[in-house]
């Protein structure tokens, strides 16, 4: 994967002082709306780690999902998000403790309970979620490493919808289709010169269409990455997280 591009400090401090961890701690906050949208984004990027978190200890799909569902319900009704201090650590690490004890403390006691009886939170694709977790090695890899891992592709995926969501939107659909791969390896699937004929276009366009389409994949990684951590400097520590729990 390329380097970052780097954002200059006037636009990283515009940045988060939209979207950084305040962003989810809104989601704890009186505002119903912030707090809908807020949590929304929270959902989105921490659902599928979660459950699988709940599968690789033991739970059965359907328990997985109503814990999943339950927990973000929880959130909210407690107000726990509102206590999150960006100043202890990763917003993750504050989740999946949370989890942890929502497992240990809770799901027993509520379980009968709580099956069917609450609105769910979260879109849950209970194909798609266990599809996801068949795939996953077998082997005797932690649940943390591992919710570590899903936070990671769970988040490139989210960066590659958006992406993908942009080109669509502005006419270049065809565009991203043909250099999509270059994104994930370092080599092209087709020639550019291939994919140059097959668009109808040059092969110095294909190949600036490819640096501008890696420094926007590269600045919305790190506008996702952004939403969870507490200041800029964090993103790069984030950064260096996601290649590792590729390494493991």
């Not at 959902?43 to 690789?56: N, Q």
């Not at 069917?116 to 194909?127: C, E």
């Not at 502005?170 to 140059?196: K, M, N, Q, T």
Request: proline share 4%.
């Amino acid at each position: 994967m390329a380097e970052p591009a780097q954002p200059s400090t006037e636009a990283a401090a515009g940045q988060f002082a939209a979207t950084h961890w305040s962003a989810i701690v809104r989601a704890g906050g009186p505002d119903s709306h912030a707090a809908s949208e807020a949590l929304e984004q929270l959902c989105r990027m921490y659902w599928y780690p979660l459950y699988g978190f709940a599968r690789r200890h033991g739970c059965s799909p359907s328990d997985a999902e109503d814990l999943t569902q339950s927990f973000f319900a929880r959130l909210l009704e407690h107000g726990f998000i509102a206590r999150a201090d960006p100043a202890k650590g990763r917003f993750r690490t504050f989740l999946l403790t949370l989890f942890k004890r929502f497992l240990a403390n809770e799901w027993h006691r509520e379980h009968a309970q709580k099956r069917g009886g609450f609105q769910g939170i979260v879109s849950i694709d209970s194909a798609f979620a266990e599809s996801r977790f068949g795939a996953e090695p077998a082997h005797g890899e932690q649940p943390d490493a591992l919710f570590e891992r899903q936070w990671a592709i769970t988040l490139l995926d989210q960066v590659m919808n958006r992406l993908r969501e942009e080109y669509v939107a502005s006419g270049r659909g065809s565009l991203f289709e043909h250099l999509e791969a270059c994104l994930i390896r370092d080599v092209v699937s087709l020639p550019y010169a291939e994919i140059a004929a097959r668009l109808n276009l040059t092969e110095p366009a294909i190949k600036m269409a490819m640096h501008r389409l890696r420094a926007r994949y590269q600045a919305i990684l790190r506008e996702e990455i952004g939403k969870t951590v507490a200041c800029p400097e964090d993103v790069e520590l984030e950064l260096q997280d996601l290649f590792n729990a590729f390494r493991a």
